[in-house]
């Protein structure tokens, strides 16, 4: 008899749930930690690594964090045992940070099954759950997993643009307020300060509780709403394409299905460019 399937109950998966499917068949768990949380002294038991600074970005585009290809994305994630059977749980270091990235990614190249730990590894250890040293890098057998690009998911400046001028649609930038405004340098040299016009300034952060977790759903819908309005069309832009995606993973938790993450985000706006206009308030 086959091992009974595990299905995620939404993109956002909670301690407790994954405390009780941890290490069941099927189950594929990533750290998808970025920056100074990435390469950590300990994990989660068994988890493996969703390297977005590494192999899973395309390395020979201008932005940083930008999507490799399918067939890239096909032979890392076959690397790293996913099947399209799997059922796959992403975290990250910091909280709710890179690990939406890496569940837009999967989505973006038409998989489903997967989740986002809510509150990451701090959440996990707050609640006392076992960790264990951080290993070599994924040494078992290789999945069938196949990418099957869904369009709209992911889109460039020209999708961007169309959408400042369509009244249907808004703008929504994960950025620190100091750092939309321009008043606050950009991290990355070379880059403008300020804004796109029309951009309305959504920072992830205020999509999470004191605690890191997500805000309720019902409190994540006000906090869209106040910027869009009754409009349901959202693009989402950070500073390069990864906290976009925790606006992306509020958004579908406030019942949104028309959302587009920004790919190249400020990294490629920012730019010094005549086409691409950039205003500070």
Known sequence: ????????????????????????PGLVLFDASVGGHR???????????FDLDGPLSDHEAAAPHTMPGAAQFTEAMRGLGVDDSSTVVVYDGAGIYSSARAWW??????????????????????????VEAAGPAYE?????????????????????????????????DARTRERFAGTAPEPRPGLRGGHMPGALNLPFGELQRGDGLMRPSGELRAAFEALAGTRERLYVSCGSGVTACVL???ATLAGYRDVSVYDGSWSEWGLPSPHRPVVTC
């Open 1 to 24: 008899m086959s091992a009974p399937e595990i299905a995620v109950p939404g993109p956002l998966v909670g301690t407790d749930w994954l405390a009780e499917c941890l290490g069941a």
């Open 39 to 49: 390469g950590a002294s300990e994990r989660i038991p068994g988890a493996r690594p």
């Open 105 to 130: 990614m999967l989505r973006a190249m038409g998989f489903d099954r997967v989740a986002v730990l809510d509150g990451g590894l701090p959440a996990w250890t707050a609640a006392g759950l076992p």
């Open 140 to 172: 078992g057998p290789r999945g069938s997993f196949t990418a099957r690009p869904r369009a709209g998911l992911l889109v460039g400046a020209e999708a961007v643009t169309a959408a400042l001028a369509d009244p249907a649609a808004v703008v929504l």
């Open 248 to 250: 992306a993973l509020g």
